[in-house]
């Protein structure tokens, strides 16, 4: 079985641009959750999606977007990106209020 | 709100030695605890949980840990430990009924000397 899939595995943007990270969890999984990992840092929980509506929000700026689509794949948008927005993003997914199952991340750095 | 507090950025051990890696957390409601192992250039791994019943929690690759509600700790431990358990170690606490919107620590690396 196909576990949490993230596309891409590695992105470099510039400053000022924009950012879609891809996610698709396990089959039967309806919840998707996104995290931010800063290199030395624990996870930051950023969204949690279940069937297309958001559960759930962490203290980020609005410049952070997400969705989910009716295949309950995600999308995590990032606007105007800054140098510190480089990070790993974590994508997990789980039955809702069940064990979170986490991908191998996107790693994004903005030069 | 709740926070969790990771001791020990670094803990060096030699191979076959017993390790305990320390995790404190902060909440003023009740809550589930994890650890996560996280492999180089991986994601994140459940290793074991703590939702309710017995406080001393057993998980996977011999690794083990006690929930100790009254000095709100939740300690990592393994009696031997072997080179492939060098990685990162999360804590991580969720308030009951948050649909698992997980707090984290910043992380414990585990070293294996030979």
């Known amino acids: 079985d196909a576990g949490v899939t993230q596309s891409p595995t590695h992105l470099i943007k510039t400053r000022g641009q924009h950012v879609t990270l891809r996610c698709s969890p396990i089959s039967g999984h309806k919840s998707v959750s996104w995290y931010q990992q800063v290199l030395g840092q624990g996870p930051q929980f950023i969204f949690q999606?279940?069937?297309?509506?958001?559960?759930g929000r962490g203290n980020f700026p609005d410049r952070f977007s997400a969705r989910q689509f009716p295949n309950y794949s995600s999308e995590l948008n990032v606007n105007a990106l800054l140098l510190g927005d480089s990070a790993l993003y974590l994508c997990a997914s789980s039955l809702l209020g069940g064990e979170a199952f986490f991908g191998q991340g996107t790693r994004l750095t903005v030069v | 709100a709740q926070s969790v507090t990771q001791l020990d950025s670094q803990v060096p051990v030699f191979e076959e030695a017993p390790v305990e890696l320390r995790c404190n957390y902060s909440s003023s409601v009740s809550v589930y605890l994890f650890w996560y192992v996280q492999y180089p250039n991986q994601g994140l791994q459940l290793l074991l949980k703590?939702?309710?019943?017995s406080t001393l929690v057993k998980g996977i690759n011999g690794f083990e840990a006690e929930f100790n509600k009254s000095q709100t700790s939740f300690h990592l431990r393994k009696p031997s430990v072997h080179i492939s358990d060098t990685a990162e170690y999360f804590c991580?606490?969720?308030?009951?009924?948050?649909?698992?919107?997980?707090?984290w620590g910043a992380g414990t690396k585990l070293i294996i000397k030979p």
């Open positions: 991580a606490v969720t308030r009951v009924g948050s649909n698992y919107q997980l707090i």
């Open positions: 999606y279940y069937e297309k509506e958001e559960r």
């Open positions: 703590y939702l309710s019943g």
